[in-house]
């Protein structure tokens, strides 16, 4: 399934005055197919409050061609429950060649993809929260 995601625009938003907070659409789980140059936003569960116990929520991201492109995630915030492996929640980020298993304050902030694929899994388990991630997931040419 490929699903439509509308984009706000930045200058769209300054248009609209200063005094307006930036409306941001995030994504639900899933998977989408992106266009080079363009921008998606991915947000735990309920995100900048506490997300829920029991969570999984997986999103997938293609930037065709993918060869040709790379993603560049940003996640400006970044707090889950820490653990030593990661055991508890966790947000994992796989792409070409690589798989970063995430949580504490050990963000994936600045990773750069091989491709123009990726997918993030977060898992929050039974017990304690916490306020969770936004992130942005750019895709560019290489
Ligand atoms: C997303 O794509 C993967 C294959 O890459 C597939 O296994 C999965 O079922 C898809 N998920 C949804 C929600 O369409």
């Not at 005094?19 to 936003?41: H, I, K, P, Q, W």
Request: aromatic share 10%; with cysteine; charged share 20%.
């Amino acid at each position: 399934m490929i699903a439509t995601v509308v984009l706000i625009c930045g200058l769209m938003a300054s248009a609209l005055g200063a005094s307006f907070e930036t409306r941001l659409d995030t994504l639900a789980c899933g998977n989408y197919t992106m266009t080079e140059g363009t921008r998606l936003v991915i947000q735990s569960p309920n995100f900048p409050k506490n997300y829920p116990v029991n969570q999984r929520c997986q999103w997938e991201f293609s930037c065709p061609v993918e060869a040709d492109n790379y993603l560049d995630i940003i996640c400006p915030k970044f707090a889950l429950q820490s653990s030593k492996d990661c055991v508890h929640d966790r947000l994992i980020v796989t792409s070409r060649g690589q798989r970063d298993v995430k949580c504490g304050t050990d963000s994936p902030d600045g990773t750069k993809t091989s491709t123009g694929w990726a997918r993030f899994t977060f898992f929050s388990n039974a017990a304690i929260t916490n306020t969770g991630f936004r992130c942005y997931i750019w895709c560019h040419a290489k």
